[in-house]
């Protein structure tokens, strides 16, 4: 792990000096230089507990979380405070979460007579936002009322980061997205709960995560087994009864359909190859022919005369 912010206090006075955020209050449990866009699955970035003053604010209207792909998860300890965004003002309490997507243009803040304490995580890459997007949570200030059994959660990420090894790290960062597969499932079961609505089904939720997520991330069996905890049978036999084909099929043609629209855009054969994590260019080439009856050059020719 980088110590060179958390030795120095560089990162306080970056928050002095950058006017946006006063939190003056945090003990990091983890913390890490930010050193511009990362699209990894999953980049722990800092994590800590705040025991916010009167004064404690953080203000991102001017300067989105996007720029750095960074996922924020809270868990209020005591006290309250306030999440504004596009001009809603919500009030958070003991026992609540909030999770702020990384389009998150708001700021939150300490009520002045009850300041809060809360546990939280930074958290960078594509895998938190394509969950967000698989259990529903399409704010971008996702508010879960009364939840007390949250805090285990948070204290297990701490406890994970605390001797997080940047060297050494894979085993901690497929701990840490298994985690947050169960700590989101269960957010969305008790926003259910209290506000029943259509429940989608694990199928349903892992068709939606291979749609948004087969540019740029390597969608395997075996990675679904486990994100969704699912057997490989199972998972087997639930594409074959909603969709009518194998999960390896379902992404092939998933993978098509992204492949086409890449093409469309002008990338080479060679780069959607990569992009979709094909084996080669030349395999590339033949699951696109027995889908499309075409080669990929001869339909990115086609499409090019048509514009």
């Avoid at 007579?113 to 971008?140: H, T």
């Avoid at 059994?149 to 997080?164: F, G, N, Q, V």
């Avoid at 259509?198 to 199928?203: A, D, G, N, P, V």
Wanted: charged content about 30%.
């Amino acid at each position: 792990m980088d110590t060179s912010l958390k030795s120095d206090n560089n990162y306080a006075q970056y928050r002095n000096k950058n006017r946006r955020q006063n939190s003056m209050g945090d003990e990091f449990v983890f913390v890490r230089k930010i050193d511009g866009i990362s699209t990894a699955p999953i980049v722990p970035l800092m994590a800590g507990i705040t025991n916010a003053d009167p004064e404690y604010f953080t203000d991102m209207v001017m300067n989105g979380f996007c720029e750095r792909y960074l996922t924020v998860v809270e868990y209020v300890v005591s006290g309250s405070g306030y999440i504004t965004c596009d001009g809603n003002v919500k009030k958070v309490s003991a026992g609540d979460v909030y999770v702020l997507h990384p389009t998150f243009t708001g700021k939150y803040e300490s009520d002045k007579d009850d300041p809060f304490v809360k546990k939280w995580c930074n958290i960078g890459g594509r895998i938190l936002p394509a969950l967000m997007k698989a259990y529903g949570m399409s704010e971008q200030a996702n508010i879960f009322k009364n939840c007390p059994w949250a805090e285990k959660y948070m204290d297990e990420l701490h406890s994970i980061l605390s001797e997080y090894d940047e060297n050494d790290c894979e085993e901690d960062k497929l701990r840490i997205t298994h985690i947050f597969v169960d700590f989101f499932n269960k957010l969305a079961k008790s926003k259910e709960e209290k506000n029943p609505t259509k429940k989608e089904s694990t199928i349903e939720l892992m068709a939606k995560y291979i749609d948004g997520n087969i540019a740029g991330t390597k969608i395997t069996v075996d990675s679904l087994s486990k994100m969704f905890y699912v057997n490989k049978r199972t998972l087997t036999r639930m594409f074959e009864k909603h969709y009518g084909m194998s999960p390896i099929k379902y992404i092939t043609v998933k993978k098509v359909e992204c492949a086409k629209n890449l093409l469309r855009e002008g990338y080479s054969v060679e780069e959607v190859s990569h992009m979709l994590f094909f084996s080669s260019a030349e395999y590339f080439r033949k699951v696109f022919v027995s889908v499309c009856g075409i080669s990929p050059q001869k339909y990115k020719t086609k499409m090019k005369k048509k514009r």
